[in-house]
């Protein structure tokens, strides 16, 4: 069974820029959230998407978007790109409903010069 | 707001050894999660943990909860060199729903030496 793919695995952009990532979950799964990873803050919830709907959101400015298809793919945003967006993006996929387990993506690395 | 402490930062250990770790959180939650991370690499999930008590175990790691102390632990028994990685746990912040938003720990990283 095929795991979380996400793409591209690595992307250098320049300031002011935006960017597009993207998730695909492992199929059958239909919420998919969204993490940042940074060696001063961590690994941070960005926000979750489930049957095309944010369930939830973390405390990230609205520079940063997402979005989920039909098909249950997802896709997150980041306009007007800062130096301190670079960072390692994970995707997590995960079947609806309670006490379901969360599986990740490889990341895309995104470095902002 | 649910904050999530592990400690220790960091864990140098002599193979063979047995330690522990970890990890505190603010608020009730129904659910948490170990993951391990190798450098550079993506997070793999060790361990989900439902309800107060559990235990689980694998190969030479063993988590538990104990969600009246608000604490998990990950036990490591006689470590190898490729335990070596960098260790998370992680809680759900939606008590009682359905969603998934995982407030991790600051992980732990761990340095098994020969």
């Known amino acids: 069974k095929a795991g979380v793919t996400q793409t591209p695995r690595y992307l250098i952009k320049t300031r002011g820029q935006q960017v597009t990532l993207s998730c695909s979950p492992i199929s059958g799964h239909r919420s998919v959230s969204w993490y940042q990873q940074t060696p001063g803050q961590g690994l941070q919830f960005l926000f979750e998407?489930?049957?095309?709907?944010?369930?939830n959101k973390g405390n990230f400015p609205g520079r940063f978007s997402g979005r989920q298809f039909s098909n249950s793919r997802s896709e997150m945003n980041v306009s007007t790109l800062e130096l301190g967006d670079s960072a390692l993006y994970l995707c997590?996929?995960?079947?609806?409903?309670?006490?379901?387990?969360?599986?990740f993506g490889q990341g895309t690395r995104l470095t902002v010069v | 707001e649910l904050k999530v402490e592990q400690n220790p930062l960091f864990l140098s250990m002599q193979e063979g050894k047995n330690y522990t770790i970890y990890c505190n959180y603010s608020?009730?939650?129904?659910?948490l999660y170990w993951y391990r991370q190798d450098p550079g690499k993506s997070l793999e999930s060790l361990f989900v943990?439902?309800?107060?008590?559990a235990v689980k175990q694998e190969g030479r790691l063993m988590a538990s909860l104990d969600t009246k102390a608000r604490l998990s632990t990950l036990h490591i028994t006689a470590a190898v060199h490729d335990l070596s990685a960098t260790y998370f746990c992680?809680?759900?912040?939606?008590?009682?729903?359905?969603?998934?938003?995982?407030?991790f720990g600051t992980g732990t990283l761990l340095a098994v030496q020969p």
């Open positions: 608020t009730t939650s129904d659910r």
């Open positions: 943990l439902l309800s107060n008590g």
């Open positions: 997590a996929s995960s079947l609806e409903g309670m006490r379901t387990e969360a599986f």
């Open positions: 998407y489930f049957s095309e709907t944010q369930r």
């Open positions: 992680a809680v759900d912040a939606n008590y009682g729903g359905a969603t998934n938003k995982l407030i």
